[in-house]
T-cell receptor, first 116, second 111 residues
Protein backbone atom coordinates (compact mmCIF):
# COMPACT_ATOMS: atom_id res chain seq x y z
CA UNK A 1 0.00 0.00 0.00
CA UNK A 2 1.51 3.30 -1.06
CA UNK A 3 2.21 5.86 1.64
CA UNK A 4 1.56 9.57 1.68
CA UNK A 5 3.24 11.25 -1.28
CA UNK A 6 4.34 14.85 -1.23
CA UNK A 7 5.70 16.89 -4.11
CA UNK A 8 7.98 18.62 -4.63
CA UNK A 9 10.44 17.35 -2.03
CA UNK A 10 12.67 20.41 -2.18
CA UNK A 11 12.18 23.88 -3.52
CA UNK A 12 13.80 27.27 -3.31
CA UNK A 13 11.84 30.48 -3.68
CA UNK A 14 12.52 34.16 -3.15
CA UNK A 15 10.64 36.57 -0.93
CA UNK A 16 7.36 37.70 -2.37
CA UNK A 17 6.83 34.64 -4.54
CA UNK A 18 4.15 32.07 -3.97
CA UNK A 19 4.38 28.30 -3.73
CA UNK A 20 2.01 25.36 -4.11
CA UNK A 21 2.68 22.04 -2.43
CA UNK A 22 0.87 18.83 -3.23
CA UNK A 23 -0.08 15.82 -1.14
CA UNK A 24 -1.60 12.48 -2.13
CA UNK A 25 -2.94 10.59 0.90
CA UNK A 26 -2.97 6.87 1.50
CA UNK A 27 -5.71 5.23 -0.51
CA UNK A 28 -8.93 5.27 1.50
CA UNK A 29 -7.85 8.09 3.82
CA UNK A 30 -10.13 11.07 3.52
CA UNK A 31 -8.60 13.32 6.17
CA UNK A 32 -5.54 15.30 5.14
CA UNK A 33 -3.66 17.62 7.50
CA UNK A 34 -0.78 19.97 6.95
CA UNK A 35 1.94 20.86 9.45
CA UNK A 36 4.87 23.24 9.38
CA UNK A 37 8.03 22.01 11.08
CA UNK A 38 10.85 24.35 12.08
CA UNK A 39 13.73 23.78 14.51
CA UNK A 40 12.50 26.39 16.94
CA UNK A 41 8.75 25.84 16.88
CA UNK A 42 8.50 22.16 16.13
CA UNK A 43 5.43 20.83 14.37
CA UNK A 44 2.67 23.39 14.06
CA UNK A 45 -0.80 22.61 12.76
CA UNK A 46 -1.83 24.50 9.63
CA UNK A 47 -5.18 23.00 8.62
CA UNK A 48 -7.11 19.79 8.09
CA UNK A 49 -9.42 18.83 5.27
CA UNK A 50 -12.05 16.15 5.00
CA UNK A 51 -14.28 15.56 1.97
CA UNK A 52 -13.10 18.77 0.33
CA UNK A 53 -14.01 20.84 3.43
CA UNK A 54 -11.64 22.54 5.83
CA UNK A 55 -12.61 21.21 9.25
CA UNK A 56 -9.86 22.70 11.40
CA UNK A 57 -7.46 25.60 11.05
CA UNK A 58 -4.36 26.58 12.97
CA UNK A 59 -3.07 30.01 13.86
CA UNK A 60 -1.37 30.96 10.63
CA UNK A 61 -1.93 34.11 8.55
CA UNK A 62 -4.22 34.13 5.57
CA UNK A 63 -1.22 33.80 3.24
CA UNK A 64 -1.43 30.09 4.03
CA UNK A 65 -4.31 28.36 2.31
CA UNK A 66 -5.24 24.92 1.20
CA UNK A 67 -7.79 22.85 -0.57
CA UNK A 68 -8.77 19.26 -1.08
CA UNK A 69 -10.02 17.63 -4.21
CA UNK A 70 -12.69 14.98 -4.66
CA UNK A 71 -10.03 12.25 -4.83
CA UNK A 72 -8.74 13.41 -1.38
CA UNK A 73 -5.54 14.84 -2.82
CA UNK A 74 -4.68 18.13 -1.20
CA UNK A 75 -2.68 21.22 -2.01
CA UNK A 76 -1.46 24.03 0.16
CA UNK A 77 -0.46 27.43 -1.07
CA UNK A 78 1.67 30.09 0.53
CA UNK A 79 1.52 33.53 -1.05
CA UNK A 80 3.88 36.46 -0.62
CA UNK A 81 6.60 34.30 0.84
CA UNK A 82 8.64 35.57 3.77
CA UNK A 83 12.02 34.38 5.02
CA UNK A 84 10.31 32.93 8.07
CA UNK A 85 8.29 30.57 5.89
CA UNK A 86 11.39 28.46 5.32
CA UNK A 87 10.46 25.12 6.84
CA UNK A 88 9.60 21.50 6.26
CA UNK A 89 5.93 21.21 5.33
CA UNK A 90 4.48 17.87 6.29
CA UNK A 91 1.27 16.40 5.05
CA UNK A 92 -0.46 13.67 7.02
CA UNK A 93 -3.43 11.52 6.15
CA UNK A 94 -5.74 9.66 8.46
CA UNK A 95 -8.79 7.46 8.49
CA UNK A 96 -11.87 9.23 9.71
CA UNK A 97 -12.65 8.57 13.37
CA UNK A 98 -16.12 7.38 12.54
CA UNK A 99 -14.53 4.37 10.89
CA UNK A 100 -13.17 3.34 14.28
CA UNK A 101 -9.73 4.70 13.53
CA UNK A 102 -7.26 5.43 16.32
CA UNK A 103 -6.56 8.89 15.01
CA UNK A 104 -3.08 7.95 13.85
CA UNK A 105 -1.50 10.40 11.46
CA UNK A 106 0.52 8.94 8.59
CA UNK A 107 3.08 11.48 7.45
CA UNK A 108 4.62 12.04 4.07
CA UNK A 109 8.34 12.75 3.67
CA UNK A 110 7.65 16.47 3.50
CA UNK A 111 8.40 19.37 1.20
CA UNK A 112 11.39 21.40 2.30
CA UNK A 113 10.91 25.04 1.37
CA UNK A 114 13.76 27.52 1.44
CA UNK A 115 12.92 31.19 1.01
CA UNK A 116 15.81 33.45 0.03
CA UNK B 1 3.23 28.53 28.52
CA UNK B 2 3.34 26.18 25.56
CA UNK B 3 0.37 23.90 25.07
CA UNK B 4 2.57 20.81 24.98
CA UNK B 5 5.97 20.89 26.62
CA UNK B 6 8.86 18.52 26.34
CA UNK B 7 12.46 18.74 27.45
CA UNK B 8 14.45 19.20 24.26
CA UNK B 9 17.36 17.09 25.49
CA UNK B 10 19.49 15.50 24.36
CA UNK B 11 18.73 12.69 26.75
CA UNK B 12 21.65 10.29 26.71
CA UNK B 13 21.27 6.75 28.03
CA UNK B 14 23.56 3.73 27.75
CA UNK B 15 22.51 0.79 25.63
CA UNK B 16 20.25 -1.56 27.57
CA UNK B 17 19.03 1.11 29.99
CA UNK B 18 15.52 2.51 30.37
CA UNK B 19 14.88 5.82 28.66
CA UNK B 20 12.16 7.97 30.20
CA UNK B 21 10.61 10.73 28.11
CA UNK B 22 8.12 13.17 29.58
CA UNK B 23 5.49 15.50 28.23
CA UNK B 24 3.11 17.92 29.93
CA UNK B 25 0.08 19.57 28.39
CA UNK B 26 -2.05 22.53 29.35
CA UNK B 27 -5.46 21.77 27.84
CA UNK B 28 -7.52 19.75 30.34
CA UNK B 29 -9.89 18.90 27.50
CA UNK B 30 -7.23 16.79 25.80
CA UNK B 31 -8.42 13.25 25.29
CA UNK B 32 -5.93 11.47 23.02
CA UNK B 33 -2.20 11.28 23.44
CA UNK B 34 0.35 10.08 20.96
CA UNK B 35 4.08 9.44 20.82
CA UNK B 36 5.81 9.78 17.47
CA UNK B 37 9.42 8.97 16.66
CA UNK B 38 11.28 11.04 14.10
CA UNK B 39 14.67 10.02 12.79
CA UNK B 40 16.88 12.78 11.45
CA UNK B 41 15.76 13.76 7.98
CA UNK B 42 12.71 11.53 8.12
CA UNK B 43 9.03 12.08 8.83
CA UNK B 44 7.38 11.24 12.17
CA UNK B 45 5.99 7.74 12.69
CA UNK B 46 3.60 6.64 15.41
CA UNK B 47 4.96 4.57 18.27
CA UNK B 48 2.03 4.50 20.66
CA UNK B 49 -1.22 6.17 21.56
CA UNK B 50 -3.04 6.22 24.88
CA UNK B 51 -6.47 7.45 25.83
CA UNK B 52 -7.01 6.30 29.43
CA UNK B 53 -5.19 6.97 32.66
CA UNK B 54 -2.60 4.39 33.54
CA UNK B 55 -0.04 2.40 31.62
CA UNK B 56 -0.15 0.90 28.17
CA UNK B 57 2.57 -1.49 27.07
CA UNK B 58 3.66 -2.47 23.59
CA UNK B 59 6.85 -4.47 23.39
CA UNK B 60 9.71 -2.42 24.79
CA UNK B 61 7.56 0.70 24.95
CA UNK B 62 5.25 1.78 27.77
CA UNK B 63 3.11 4.90 27.65
CA UNK B 64 1.86 6.36 30.91
CA UNK B 65 -0.94 8.89 31.23
CA UNK B 66 -1.97 10.93 34.25
CA UNK B 67 -4.76 13.32 33.31
CA UNK B 68 -5.03 14.82 36.79
CA UNK B 69 -1.40 15.93 36.63
CA UNK B 70 -1.60 16.56 32.88
CA UNK B 71 1.41 14.57 31.90
CA UNK B 72 2.15 11.68 29.63
CA UNK B 73 5.38 9.75 29.49
CA UNK B 74 7.07 7.16 27.34
CA UNK B 75 9.40 4.53 28.73
CA UNK B 76 11.71 2.62 26.44
CA UNK B 77 13.16 -0.51 28.02
CA UNK B 78 16.38 -2.15 26.86
CA UNK B 79 17.24 0.94 24.82
CA UNK B 80 19.09 0.28 21.57
CA UNK B 81 21.23 2.62 19.46
CA UNK B 82 18.51 2.35 16.82
CA UNK B 83 16.17 4.10 19.26
CA UNK B 84 18.25 7.26 18.88
CA UNK B 85 15.80 9.78 17.43
CA UNK B 86 13.59 12.70 18.38
CA UNK B 87 10.41 11.71 20.21
CA UNK B 88 7.38 13.92 19.70
CA UNK B 89 4.44 14.06 22.06
CA UNK B 90 1.10 15.02 20.50
CA UNK B 91 -2.28 15.68 22.08
CA UNK B 92 -5.76 15.98 20.68
CA UNK B 93 -9.00 17.25 22.21
CA UNK B 94 -11.00 14.53 20.57
CA UNK B 95 -13.55 14.98 17.82
CA UNK B 96 -11.06 16.91 15.71
CA UNK B 97 -7.97 16.17 13.71
CA UNK B 98 -6.06 19.11 15.14
CA UNK B 99 -3.05 17.72 16.95
CA UNK B 100 -0.79 19.84 19.12
CA UNK B 101 2.80 18.65 19.12
CA UNK B 102 5.58 19.28 21.54
CA UNK B 103 8.94 20.34 20.15
CA UNK B 104 10.33 16.89 20.87
CA UNK B 105 13.01 15.28 23.00
CA UNK B 106 16.16 14.11 21.32
CA UNK B 107 17.24 10.72 22.62
CA UNK B 108 20.76 9.37 22.20
CA UNK B 109 21.42 5.75 23.08
CA UNK B 110 25.12 5.18 23.58
CA UNK B 111 26.57 1.83 22.49
Amino acid sequence: KAGVTQTPRYLIKTRGQQVTLSCSPISGHRSVSWYQQTPGQGLQFLFEYFSETQRNKGNFPGRFSGRQFSNSRSEMNVSTLELGDSALYLCASSLDGRQGATGELFFGEGSRLTVL
Amino acid sequence: QKEVEQNSGPLSVPEGAIASLNCTYSDRGSQSFFWYRQYSGKSPELIMFIYSNGDKEDGRFTAQLNKASQYVSLLIRDSQPSDSATYLCAVNRGGTYKYIFGTGTRLKVLA
